[in-house]
């Protein structure tokens, strides 16, 4: 088993073997802001900090019987002492956890983490019910929101889902245009369904441009970056050349909504065509903007 599960598990194990579902995302998060190397990262989601990977690994377990789940609570069922599995440190910060906030109520524990972690209350759609005045206006602070067009493009290799959605989200992305030929994923998060519902829950509108992508058959046997070379000019020749209206479709949307990013898989822009189609954007007329990649 997985080690972050068990922790799953200890945390539910610790805190009397039944937690709502909200409260457990919140718990969660507070035991990994005590991790040096965190076993979760989080998104500010519709009720504050969520983990898609602890959300993920609860249905697995459930799956396997380890835990049961309706509506709104998480009920461990079987009890095999997760906790003593942990290493000395998760110990510690799971028994911190269940005396600092164990006697929470799930009001309580919302508003505690919106007013400490005021970020993850960004996308919150019950914080003015739950905050003041003042501390909204530490969550408003938190909003990043720029007036400047700019076209970037994101890799979302050797990254988490949530580490992905945080960066779109600082970079205020309207779209995210996903133009991999085929928009599946063995990495959990970025098949085509599960990424464009975690965009959706984040306020950001997902497209998928297959007709931009690469053929699989086209990226065997790439070893040099000669070998990239020679992929992407074929790709200027064929593939941009026969889209232009996806190009010119990507560059509407640009100009409607101000802040799109292309995605692809491949973290060194180098090795990605999403590289050489931000350049036809870019050359495109009245093309006055920015690009970056991030």
Same mark, same amino acid.
């Given at each position: 088993?997985?080690?972050?599960?068990?922790?799953?598990?200890?945390?539910?194990?610790?805190?009397?073997?039944?937690?709502?579902?909200?409260?457990?995302?919140?718990?969660?998060?507070?035991?990994?802001?005590?991790?040096?190397?965190?076993?979760?990262?989080?998104?500010?989601?519709?009720?504050?900090?969520?983990?898609?990977?602890?959300?993920q690994?609860?249905?697995?377990? /459930?799956?396997?019987?380890?835990?049961?789940?309706?509506?709104?609570?998480?009920?461990?069922e079987?009890?095999?002492?997760? $906790?003593?599995?942990?290493?000395?440190?998760?110990?510690?910060?799971?028994?911190?956890?269940?005396?600092q $906030?164990?006697?929470?109520?799930?009001?309580?524990?919302?508003?505690?983490?919106?007013?400490?972690?005021?970020?993850?209350?960004?996308?919150?759609?019950?914080?003015? /019910?739950?905050?003041?005045?003042?501390?909204?206006?530490?969550?408003?602070?938190?909003?990043?929101?720029?007036?400047?067009?700019?076209?970037?493009?994101i890799?979302?290799?050797?990254?988490?889902?949530?580490?992905?959605?945080?960066?779109?989200?600082?970079?205020?992305?309207?779209?995210?245009?996903?133009?991999?030929?085929?928009?599946?994923?063995? /990495?959990?998060?970025?098949?085509?369904?599960?990424?464009?519902?975690?965009?959706?829950?984040?306020?950001?509108?997902?497209?998928?441009?297959?007709?931009?992508?690469?053929?699989?058959?086209?990226?065997?046997?790439?070893?040099?970056?000669?070998?990239?070379?020679?992929? $992407?000019?074929?790709?200027?020749?064929?593939?941009?050349?026969?889209?232009?209206?996806?190009?010119?479709?990507?560059?509407?949307?640009? /100009?409607?909504?101000?802040?799109?990013?292309?995605?692809?898989?491949?973290?060194?822009?180098n090795?990605?065509?999403r590289?050489?189609?931000?350049?036809?954007?870019?050359?495109?007329?009245?093309?006055?903007?920015?690009?970056?990649?991030?």
């Amino acid at each position: 088993m997985f080690y972050r599960r068990k922790i799953i598990l200890a945390l539910l194990e610790t805190c009397g073997g039944t937690i709502s579902a909200i409260n457990f995302q919140k718990l969660l998060f507070l035991f990994t802001r005590k991790q040096e190397t965190k076993a979760f990262d989080f998104v500010p989601y519709r009720y504050g900090c969520f983990s898609f990977q602890a959300n993920q690994d609860i249905a697995t377990l /459930k799956t396997y019987g380890y835990v049961s789940y309706n509506e709104n609570d998480i009920t461990l069922e079987k009890n095999d002492n997760y $906790f003593s599995q942990l290493n000395m440190f998760d110990k510690q910060y799971v028994l911190e956890i269940k005396s600092q $906030f164990g006697n929470f109520s799930q009001g309580d524990l919302i508003k505690y983490t919106y007013i400490n972690y005021p970020f993850y209350a960004t996308k919150s759609q019950i914080a003015k /019910k739950i905050l003041n005045n003042e501390e909204l206006q530490k969550v408003q602070q938190q909003i990043h929101t720029y007036s400047e067009t700019m076209l970037f493009t994101i890799g979302y290799e050797g990254i988490a889902l949530e580490t992905y959605i945080n960066k779109l989200i600082t970079s205020d992305i309207k779209i995210l245009c996903d133009v991999r030929k085929n928009a599946f994923s063995q /990495k959990y998060g970025f098949s085509k369904n599960q990424l464009k519902t975690a965009c959706e829950g984040v306020g950001i509108q997902y497209v998928h441009i297959p007709d931009l992508g690469i053929v699989s058959n086209k990226r065997q046997a790439l070893n040099t970056q000669s070998d990239y070379n020679l992929l $992407f000019e074929d790709y200027e020749q064929t593939v941009l050349q026969q889209n232009t209206k996806d190009i010119n479709y990507i560059f509407d949307l640009l /100009k409607h909504k101000k802040r799109i990013a292309l995605t692809c898989f491949e973290a060194n822009i180098n090795h990605c065509h999403r590289k050489h189609l931000a350049e036809a954007i870019t050359r495109l007329p009245d093309f006055n903007y920015k690009m970056q990649h991030i």
